[in-house]
C-alpha cells in the first residue's frame, strides 16, 4: 500500500511538472513537419543567399533552426494569405542574425503578423502616409509582435544586391533588444571594452553618410539603433562589399554576430 501511494504521489508529480513545462512551452499552432519538406530546402536554396552559401552541416542546422522557429512562434496573415513559403522568410529573417548562436531564442516574442502593403505607425495599411515596411512592436498587446509588410519582406529576399533586407533589420532589433533595451549596443555580447571604440565609429559613419560620402543607407543615422540594424542589413546581404569598403565596421560586426561571412562567399 505505501508502496503504491509513493507510485501514485511520483505519477501525480511528473503530471504536474509536465503541465507547467507545456504551460511555458510557446506553441505557434502551424504543423512543423519533421522531416525538413524537399520543396522547402529548394526554396531556401533559390531565395535565401545567406542559406545557399552554406556548407551542408550548416544548412542542416539551419533547417533545424527554422523548424524550431516555427514550431515556437505564431505568423499570422492580416487580411493576407500566410504561405510555406512567408514563413519560411519570416523564419530565416529571425535565424540568420542568431546563426552562430545555437542557444538562442528571441524570448519576448509571440507572433510575427503580416500586412497586405505598407503601413503607419498606428499600423495602418490602407490610407495615406504608409511608409513602414517593418516594425517590433513595443508596449501593451504589441508588446511580444513584430509586424512586416508581406511583399517588403519578399522584396528583402528578391534583391541580393541592394544591401537591403527588413526582415533581417527587424529581428536585430530583437537581437539588440535581448539585454532588455533597443539601443543599437548589444550588450550580451559587446563587452563593455568595444562599446566606446563602436560609438566612435557610429559617430564617424554618420557623420560620412550625411555628408554623401558612404554607400550606406541614410536611415541608419537616425539613432544607434537604426545604425545598427541598417549595417546588418549590408553585413548579411554584401559581406565582401561591406568588408572592402568599410573594413573596421565589418571587423565588429563579424564579432558580434561571430560569423566571418566575407569568407564565405
Same mark, same amino acid.
Given at each position: 500500500? *505505501?508502496?503504491?501511494?509513493? #507510485?501514485?504521489? /511520483?505519477?501525480?508529480?511528473?503530471?504536474?511538472?509536465?503541465?507547467? $513545462?507545456?504551460?511555458?512551452?510557446?506553441?505557434? /499552432?502551424?504543423? @512543423?513537419?519533421?522531416? %525538413?519538406?524537399?520543396?522547402?530546402?529548394? %526554396?531556401?536554396?533559390?531565395? @535565401?543567399?545567406?542559406?545557399?552559401?552554406?556548407?551542408?552541416?550548416?544548412?542542416?542546422?539551419?533547417?533545424?533552426?527554422?523548424?524550431?522557429? &516555427?514550431?515556437?512562434?505564431?505568423?499570422?496573415?492580416?487580411?493576407?494569405?500566410?504561405?510555406? !513559403?512567408?514563413?519560411?522568410?519570416?523564419?530565416?529573417?529571425?535565424?540568420?542574425?542568431?546563426?552562430?548562436?545555437?542557444?538562442?531564442?528571441? *524570448?519576448?516574442?509571440?507572433?510575427?503578423?503580416? =500586412?497586405?502593403?505598407?503601413?503607419?505607425? *498606428?499600423?495602418?495599411?490602407?490610407?495615406?502616409?504608409? $511608409?513602414?515596411?517593418?516594425?517590433?512592436?513595443?508596449?501593451?498587446?504589441?508588446?511580444?509582435?513584430?509586424?512586416?509588410?508581406?511583399?517588403? #519582406?519578399?522584396?528583402?529576399?528578391?534583391?541580393?544586391?541592394?544591401?537591403?533586407? @527588413?526582415?533581417?533589420? !527587424?529581428? @536585430?532589433?530583437?537581437?539588440?533588444?535581448?539585454?532588455?533595451?533597443?539601443?543599437?549596443?548589444?550588450?550580451?555580447?559587446?563587452?563593455?571594452?568595444?562599446?566606446?571604440?563602436? #560609438?566612435? #565609429?557610429?559617430?564617424?559613419?554618420?557623420?560620412?553618410? &550625411?555628408?554623401?560620402?558612404?554607400?550606406?543607407?541614410? =536611415? /541608419?543615422?537616425?539613432?544607434?539603433?537604426?545604425?545598427?540594424?541598417?549595417?546588418?542589413?549590408?553585413?548579411?546581404?554584401?559581406?565582401? &562589399?561591406?568588408?572592402?569598403?568599410?573594413?573596421?565596421? =565589418?571587423?565588429? &560586426?563579424?564579432?558580434?554576430?561571430?560569423?566571418?561571412?566575407?569568407? *564565405?562567399?
Amino acid at each position: 500500500m *505505501k508502496l503504491f501511494t509513493l #507510485l501514485f504521489a /511520483g505519477f501525480l508529480l511528473a503530471m504536474l511538472i509536465w503541465t507547467i $513545462y507545456k504551460s511555458k512551452v510557446k506553441k505557434s /499552432g502551424f504543423h @512543423v513537419p519533421e522531416l %525538413f519538406p524537399e520543396n522547402w530546402r529548394r %526554396f531556401l536554396e533559390s531565395e @535565401v543567399q545567406f542559406y545557399s552559401r552554406l556548407s551542408p552541416e550548416e544548412k542542416s542546422t539551419f533547417e533545424a533552426d527554422v523548424q524550431k522557429f &516555427l514550431k515556437r512562434i505564431r505568423i499570422t496573415g492580416v487580411k493576407c494569405e500566410v504561405t510555406d !513559403e512567408d514563413r519560411l522568410l519570416v523564419a530565416s529573417s529571425a535565424v540568420i542574425p542568431i546563426f552562430e548562436f545555437p542557444e538562442w531564442e528571441y *524570448k519576448s516574442l509571440c507572433e510575427v503578423l503580416l =500586412y497586405p502593403d505598407l503601413f503607419t505607425e *498606428k499600423f495602418d495599411f490602407t490610407g495615406d502616409h504608409r $511608409y513602414t515596411s517593418g516594425m517590433v512592436g513595443s508596449g501593451g498587446p504589441m508588446n511580444n509582435v513584430v509586424i512586416f509588410s508581406k511583399p517588403a #519582406l519578399r522584396q528583402g529576399f528578391d534583391n541580393k544586391s541592394d544591401k537591403s533586407n @527588413v526582415g533581417i533589420h !527587424e529581428f @536585430v532589433h530583437l537581437f539588440d533588444k535581448q539585454d532588455g533595451s533597443i539601443d543599437g549596443i548589444p550588450g550580451i555580447i559587446m563587452k563593455n571594452q568595444t562599446v566606446l571604440p563602436w #560609438l566612435h #565609429l557610429i559617430k564617424t559613419t554618420t557623420s560620412e553618410i &550625411l555628408e554623401g560620402k558612404s554607400d550606406i543607407n541614410p =536611415y /541608419g543615422t537616425t539613432n544607434n539603433q537604426e545604425f545598427l540594424a541598417v549595417v546588418s542589413e549590408y553585413f548579411f546581404e554584401r559581406p565582401k &562589399l561591406l568588408k572592402s569598403k568599410h573594413p573596421e565596421l =565589418y571587423e565588429i &560586426l563579424s564579432q558580434v554576430f561571430k560569423n566571418d561571412l566575407a569568407e *564565405k562567399v
